[in-house]
């Protein structure tokens, strides 16, 4: 896609914001993950400035994301939108642990130990699988990890990521989740601003540019109207927001 001129920042604005690989650097390991505590004021300011229209839209749980981000506690999207916590605090899709994937988490189990540099992440409603410490095992994983969802049926499939395969249910991406936010307070009215470094992005980006928003793409894993170069680029522009005055208000 066309890059379209970097529009300034607005106060009219609502953020949609990935984690890995967007706002930090991607990790070896999904555990390894930190977030410091400059990025966290910044992302105090930031909420504070567009009056709490900021959204975290991750794969990662909930429960995950709050212990990253604490003591900010953000409206946010999880397991690619499968769960979500309204700026109200009210949660849609309740996490738990999904016993039908229990013979899924089995056989991963036996898989990952089988591949050294592999790593099991289970998320209660979703299983993935990260092999960046063995990417020579891509394609071995994949097989498997399709002979594993077949038999739980149409119910799920599996979402591609940077270095992961993640078993999900099916009907959840980031782009459905981004929508429902833009129905509620305070994200509703605003121009949406999606930023992500991934395929599980897309539908974020489709969705913002539907409702003639921005999409902002991280790296050269995924296209969007605009681009930043990495995680540090990200926070450079979100000082920019913080900074914003009541005459940058669109």
Same mark, same amino acid.
């Given at each position: ?23 930090? @650097? ?15 004021? $910044?992302?105090?300011?930031?909420? @504070? ?8 839209? =991750? ?16 409206? *946010? ?69 399709? *002979? $594993? ?17 993640? $078993? ?41 540019? =539907?409702?003639?928003?921005? =999409? ?16 540090? *680029? ?17």
């Amino acid at each position: 896609m066309m890059q379209i001129r970097k529009p300034s920042p607005a106060l009219d604005w609502c953020l949609f914001l990935d984690v890995d690989g967007t706002l930090v @650097e991607l990790a070896d390991s999904p555990l390894e993950t930190f977030v410091d505590d400059e990025l966290k004021e $910044i992302l105090r300011q930031v909420v @504070e400035r567009l009056g709490g229209a900021v959204a975290l839209v =991750s794969g990662r749980s909930l429960q995950y994301l709050d212990s990253l981000f604490a003591p900010l506690r953000l409206p *946010a999207a999880g397991l690619h939108g499968v769960v979500r916590r309204k700026a109200s605090g009210a949660i849609h899709g309740a996490s738990f642990v999904d016993t039908r994937l229990d013979s899924a988490r089995v056989a991963l189990a036996e898989l990952v130990r089988a591949h050294p540099g592999t790593s099991l992440e289970d998320k209660g409603r979703t299983l993935a699988i990260h092999y960046r410490m063995a990417p020579q095992f891509e394609s071995e994983l994949r097989a498997a990890l399709t *002979a $594993i969802t077949q038999p739980l049926g149409s119910q799920y499939h599996i979402q591609d990521g940077n270095m992961v395969l993640e $078993i999900k249910p099916r009907g959840f991406d980031k782009g459905s989740a981004v929508g429902a936010f833009l129905q509620e307070p305070p994200f509703s009215g605003r121009t949406p601003v999606f930023v992500g470094d991934d395929l599980t992005d897309e539908g974020g980006f489709r969705m913002v540019e =539907s409702h003639g928003g921005i =999409s902002i793409a991280v790296g050269n894993r995924v296209r969007a109207q605009q681009h930043f170069e990495n995680p540090a *680029a990200v926070r450079a522009w979100l000082r920019s927001i913080a900074a914003l005055d009541d005459a940058h208000r669109a």
